[in-house]
């Protein structure tokens, strides 16, 4: 079998991959980080690993959770680069960059209580609240994204919905302090 | 050495499983663990009993419920990736290709796609990406939007990677399952390789399908319908028990061999040589039985079954009356039912798209009540009914929730909250919507004659109701458009539904559609409403200007699509897909939602009916009968659709010959089609 062959194959692959979920797996890269363009720049980076990788992948029926694990990969490494680089803090608005219509639209999608809780979690248990509950993985296909065992992608999410209780309502309790002040003043 | 030793040496103890701190842990966890998969019966029972008595824990738990249910929410808020992503993706692949070394080893083993055709390819695929990019990035192909709607272009450079004279289609690889009947009251469970078809011209030279390598499954019921998961090997089969009653049974089918590499033997070239392929037999003789199951003898000759290829993969019920008399055999499966005692009612069950759960319509045996839809979660011993109003059947899923329908009121106006089946000392359930407020009205009431003790009185046409049920939590939601049986498609754009009115039929138990249309329209989505638990879903995302229902247009889109791509065409005009008078359909979307496929019932046996394939294209909203694809052909019940590959089993045949599993697959465009020989009983897995 020719290494050209091989190529070919994967690209064939990873484009008709790209078809299929692309959209799901720049969903969860946005809601996993927050930042479309920087989303947009991981989906690319997860099919191109996907392509570099394409060999690593058993069985065409699991493409999908495989998918999901790059890009988990992918989404961990970038947390992990901003913990350690520190950008500097942007002041004040550039010259001629009011934010686009489809910015304000991306904003207000990410806005809400659910969202901001979400941003409090640890970004593995907010990674396994996504995968299981928006994006349909199964009990195998999350311990696969995560690359965990099945027991502990249980025992994760447990975890990720007691804390996504208790940031829903530190959420919810900062709202209505929020909200007290100002009707008070009426 | 002493346990602070151990303790010392490994640094933390593990915990075992059952140890808690406190019970309130304990039922903390397990009301967590219980929102995705159902718990062991004994600690269900406990954490009951320790919610009834502990507020704190709760409250919790009801937190945990509350707070899945508004994440599952964000699920309407699917942004759409930049236009220009495909471009950046497939530029940086082709620079990583360019970047990779020349020799990588020892190639990878062959995936589902045929060697030949992906040689024939290798010339075409590096330009197919560049092309493609290049025609997506300049607006030709649009955006890939939709999820698996404009899915794999290298796809359709695969079937133009075919010379157009050539005699075969290749479809990629895939499978085609079907059950056909054995001797001794056993089934035979055939896996098959299709990877290519005749075009629709050469049908006449076209080898047959044949499968050397069908497994024995012994069955206590006699299958109507058998659904296989789309995750594994597990099935359900819904079939008619040794009482007489229908019973649904999960089972776990055998695995096939390995499949030689030309399976099915067929010549793609057209040759009707087939050595491997012997001659089907004269007439097979039914035998007589004595049990439920038919028994009906296969021709020694016919190559589905053959002595050596039976392997042992009895599937024996574990409903109490058979499971105490079977010892089980090594290497046996088990099978469970999950449901006796029942009619099944419609012909509409399916898995959900994740294989966890299966839905389906039912009521009792002795005709005490209408239907109810049931759901059975992949692990539990027993189906449980998520509706109570012994009027409702399921229709669809919608991602994870299951979309069913029932009837409430007349045509006319007339207004009943009453389920028009009869169901003694229940109280509908559900909320009639608000264009069908009850209006003053010297009519009588509907009503349905209460039991088969009684003459079956006609009634009226009546009106259905459309509506979404969490399997959880059986909450309830009704969905803007009025209709029966709606189906929608995986990606929630479209929906195939029957809109008009329903007839009760004379039993009084189940309902056909009456006066109306099989119509193609936009996936509108549920009403809004004021449950707190819903309506934070049903906030119409920002991009899109919509007026709440009651005075929802019927051209608006609520929230709960997954995409919202400006440039699938939401608002596309309806389309009648088969006019009425129908006596009943099954109507089933590919996983892609671009192929849809209709079954449409003989009006005089509903045991015959006419099968369609349809392309629904998700840029234009219109639908399309490819050349080739199957129109209005004679088709058992029970069809599968998927994966580029529509399977069904035509009526027997004159002479006593067998049913044939016909098979049309496609690509994008071509249609073909190749048939087995013939096969006794056949049912295909669907």
Redesign the interface.
């Known amino acids: ?16 991959l ?7 797996i ?2 969860y890269l ?2 996993m980080l927050r930042e ?1 363009e920087l989303a ?1 720049d991981l ?3 997860a ?2 690993k996907a ?2 990788n ?2 690593t992948l058993e069985k ?1 029926e699991n493409a999908r959770a495989w998918l999901y694990q790059i890009a988990h990969r992918v989404a961990l490494d970038e947390i992990r680069r901003r913990k350690i680089i520190r950008f500097m803090p942007w002041s004040g608005e550039s010259p001629g960059a009011a934010p686009s219509a489809e910015r ?3 904003d ?2 990410l806005s809400g ?3 901001r809780a ?1 941003a409090r979690i640890p970004e593995r248990q907010r990674a396994a ?1 996504l995968l ?3 994006h ?1 993985l ?2 195998l296909e999350l311990a696969s994204a995560l690359g965990v065992s099945h027991v502990a992608a ?1 025992a994760l ?2 975890r990720a ?2 804390s ?2 208790q940031a ?1 309502a530190a959420e919810r309790a900062a709202e209505a302090s929020v909200a007290r002040p100002s009707e008070e003043t009426r | 050495m002493s346990p602070r030793g151990r303790i010392g040496r490994f640094g933390r103890v593990r915990r075992r499983p059952d140890s808690w701190s406190s019970p309130h842990e304990r039922a903390r966890t397990r009301a967590a663990e219980r929102l995705v998969a159902p718990l062991a019966a004994s600690e269900a029972a406990w954490l009951d009993g320790h919610l009834a008595d502990c507020e704190s824990c709760r409250s919790i738990a009801e937190a945990y419920g509350t707070d899945r249910l508004l994440l599952r929410q964000l699920r309407d808020q699917t942004p759409e990736p930049p236009r220009d992503l495909w471009a950046r993706t497939a530029a940086g692949i082709e620079r990583e290709g360019a970047a990779l070394p020349l020799a990588r080893g020892p190639g990878r083993k062959r995936r589902g796609t045929s060697l030949p055709a992906l040689s024939a390819l290798s010339g075409l695929a590096v330009v197919g990406v560049v092309v493609v990019a290049t025609a997506i990035s300049s607006g030709l192909l649009g955006p890939v939007g939709r999820d698996n709607v404009t899915a794999s272009p290298s796809i359709a450079l695969a079937s133009l990677g075919i010379p157009p004279q050539s005699p075969a289609i290749a479809v990629g690889a895939g499978k085609v399952h079907w059950l056909g009947a054995a001797d001794d009251g056993a089934f035979a469970y055939n896996v098959a390789d299709v990877d290519v078809v005749c075009p629709i011209d050469r049908q006449p030279d076209c080898p047959q399908l044949v499968d050397g390598h069908a497994k024995r499954v012994t069955l206590t019921a006699t299958p109507k319908f058998v659904f296989q998961s789309p995750i594994d090997d597990q099935a359900v089969v819904m079939g008619t028990d040794a009482t007489g009653a229908d019973a649904v049974i999960v089972v776990t089918l055998p695995t096939p061999d390995p499949t030689p590499e030309a399976s099915t033997g067929t010549d793609p070239a057209g040759s009707t040589e087939r050595s491997d392929v012997p001659t089907p037999s004269p007439a097979p003789t039914p035998t007589p039985t004595s049990g439920a199951t038919p028994v009906v003898e296969l021709p020694s000759d016919l190559p589905i079954i053959t002595p050596s290829d039976l392997a042992s993969a009895d599937l024996a019920s574990s409903s109490p009356s058979a499971s105490e008399d079977q010892s089980p055999q090594p290497g046996e499966a088990t099978a469970t039912a999950i449901i006796t005692d029942v009619t099944v009612v419609g012909r509409s069950a399916s898995y959900s798209p994740d294989g966890m759960w299966f839905a389906f319509s039912a009521r009792p045996a002795d005709g005490s009540a209408g239907p109810d839809i049931y759901v059975w979660h992949v692990g539990d011993l027993q189906a449980r009914a998520i509706t109570t109003d012994h009027a409702s059947v399921f229709a669809s899923w919608v991602g994870g929730n299951v979309l069913g329908s029932r009837v409430v009121v007349e045509s006319s106006g007339l207004a009943d909250a009453s389920p028009p089946f009869e169901s003694p000392g229940s109280e509908p359930t559900f909320e009639v919507p608000p264009e069908f407020e009850p209006q003053p009205t010297p009519e009588a009431p509907v009503s349905v004659p209460p039991g088969p003790s009684e003459a079956p009185t006609p009634v009226p046409e009546l009106v259905p109701q459309a509506f979404l049920v969490d399997p959880w939590t059986s909450m309830e939601i009704a969905l803007i458009d009025p209709e029966w049986q709606p189906v929608v498609d995986p990606t929630l754009l479209a929906v195939v539904a029957w809109q008009g009115t329903v007839l009760v039929g004379g039993d009084g138990l189940t309902a056909a559609p009456a006066t109306g249309n099989l119509v193609v329209h936009p996936f509108h989505g549920p009403l809004l409403t004021e449950d707190p638990l819903f309506s934070p879903s049903l906030e119409p995302s920002p991009e899109l200007s919509l007026t709440p229902s009651p005075e929802v247009s019927v051209s608006a889109s609520v929230g709960v699509t997954t995409s919202a791509s400006p440039e699938i065409m939401r608002d596309f005009p309806s389309q009648i897909v088969a006019a009425g008078p129908i006596a009943d359909f099954d109507a089933r979307w590919d996983e892609t939602g671009s192929w849809l496929a209709i079954w449409l019932a003989d009006p005089i046996d509903p045991g015959l009916g006419r099968l369609s394939l349809l392309r629904f294209d998700a840029l234009t909203g219109l639908i399309d009968r490819p050349i080739g694809a199957p129109q209005d052909v004679t088709a058992l019940p029970g069809f599968s659709i998927g994966f580029g590959r529509l399977a069904w089993a035509s009526p027997p045949g004159q002479g006593g010959e067998g049913s044939r599993i016909q098979i049309a697959a496609w690509t994008d465009d071509q249609v073909g089609a190749i048939e087995s020989i013939p096969v006794e009983g056949a049912i295909v897995v669907q």
């Open positions: 079998m020719s290494d050209v062959w091989d190529r070919d194959e994967a690209a064939i692959f990873v484009e008709m790209f078809g299929r979920h692309h959209t799901e720049y969903a946005l809601r479309p947009a989906t690319q980076d099919f191109i392509y570099r394409y060999e065409p304000l639209v991306m207000a999608h209580d659910m969202q979400l609240l299981a509950e928006l349909d199964t009990g249980r999410l447990t919905r007691e996504l209780r829903l």
